[in-house]
């Protein structure tokens, strides 16, 4: 058992960071072994922090993320790969951006096999990168393959750039979201996110983007073979469909 949580603008104003480390006190309940966060600054550039020891011991690195466009954050129960060896914590690559896994991925020897992967850590959750990054299309698809592929409940978080861009997944595991005037929250445990508290519509791998002054939505049903799906998110005012970007 792990937690995520994470943020992306729709106005271009950065998260307030006194309720991200309140949610992020929260999702320690989820897991107190290490503590990882990746963020967009408002330059474009994405950075990562991650170590052992509880979330409640880095809430003050929590103000790098000062106006960052997207951040994701995680809070590890390790079951594979110790803790204290760094390159096992979350964040974990996924071609050019980051994610962020809750869950456990059951065969990720078998698709380590499968699809001749080269791992560099010994955490499950690494393999969920290196579909994302093995797949090809968008990354909403890629993404959804990689869920599809991987046995056991999950939910994950991604972070890329050029433009602005979180990556969302639930399959069966918890994830909520709240929304305020500057932007949407997302927690593995719905206490302190902002606003009427909806979960993410299951079985689903989307996109936000924030491109143009505006968040751009592409999702798929996680059992429909990767086809199109309506928002995850309320359709009006501030999400519009849109094809996603290729990276």
């Known amino acids: 058992m792990c937690g995520i949580f994470g943020y992306i603008t729709k ?18 309940r989820r897991g107190r072994h290490a503590f990882g966060l990746a963020w967009l600054d408002a330059r474009g550039t994405i950075h990562t922090f991650k170590r052992p020891g509880p979330a409640t011991a880095n809430l003050g690195d929590l103000g790098v993320c000062r106006g960052a466009a997207v951040v994701i954050g995680h809070c590890r129960w390790a079951t594979h790969g110790s803790p204290e060896v760094n390159r096992n914590n979350h964040p974990h690559p996924a071609g050019r951006g980051f994610f962020v896994h809750n869950g456990v991925v059951q065969n990720y020897r078998a698709l ?10 010994e955490c499950d959750s690494e393999v969920l990168g290196l579909l994302v990054a093995r797949f090809v299309g968008s990354i909403a698809r890629r993404a959804a393959q990689a869920a599809r592929a991987a046995e056991g409940r999950l939910t994950m978080l991604g972070i ?20 305020t005037a500057g932007g949407y929250y997302f927690a593995s445990l719905p206490e302190d996110l902002p606003g009427r508290i909806r979960e993410l519509t299951d079985h689903y ?8 002054g505006r968040l751009h939505h592409d999702g798929r049903r996680l059992d429909a073979g990767g086809d ?17 970007k290729v990276a």
């Open 160 to 179: 890329w750039r050029n433009p602005a861009r979180l990556l969302i997944v639930r399959k069966n595991n918890p994830l909520s979201f709240g929304e």
């Open 11 to 28: 106005s271009g104003r950065g998260p307030d960071v006194a309720r991200l480390r309140r949610i992020a006190a929260q999702t320690e």
């Open 228 to 244: 199109r799906s309506g928002g995850v998110l309320p359709a009006g005012g501030h999400v519009r469909s849109k094809r996603a």
């Open 205 to 212: 791998a989307g996109v936000l983007t924030f491109d143009d």
């Open 112 to 121: 380590l096999g499968r699809y001749r992967l080269a791992p560099k850590t």
